[in-house]
């Protein structure tokens, strides 16, 4: 019902910067849960940031203070800016949606993020 598509992964130096953006189809994106998830190879997803339709955001310890969540409701979009960034965050990042008051997840296809050292 809910496709998502995530955009602006790519290659970056550590220190550098990268804005991901995930567009949601569908009516009823404001009252979703928002959320962005990492995999790195080897490892188990893991939750990055993600933001309730009150606003409410909630990150990782090894993110908070260098990646910011934000919505635009009217553009059905998720942003996730990243600064400062590591080698420690090279994954494939996924978009993650769920209605609120529910556990269905609906997921993007995800992004590839590789920081340099």
């Known amino acids: 019902q809910v496709q998502l598509v995530e955009s602006g992964g790519g290659l970056v130096q550590a220190g550098g910067s990268l804005r991901l953006s995930c567009a949601a189809s569908?009516?009823?994106?404001?009252?979703?849960?928002m959320a962005w998830y990492r995999q790195a190879p080897g490892k188990q997803r893991e939750l990055v940031a993600q933001v309730a339709p009150s606003g409410r955001t909630n990150y990782a310890d090894s993110v908070r203070g260098r990646f910011t969540i934000s919505r635009d409701n009217a553009k059905n979009t998720v942003y996730l800016q990243m600064n400062s960034l590591k080698y420690e965050d090279t994954a494939v990042y996924y978009c993650?949606?769920?209605?609120?008051?529910?556990?269905?997840?609906?997921w993007g296809q995800g992004t590839q993020v590789t920081v340099s050292s």
């Open positions: 569908g009516r009823s994106f404001s009252s979703h849960v």
């Open positions: 993650n949606s769920r209605p609120q008051y529910t556990t269905t997840d609906y």
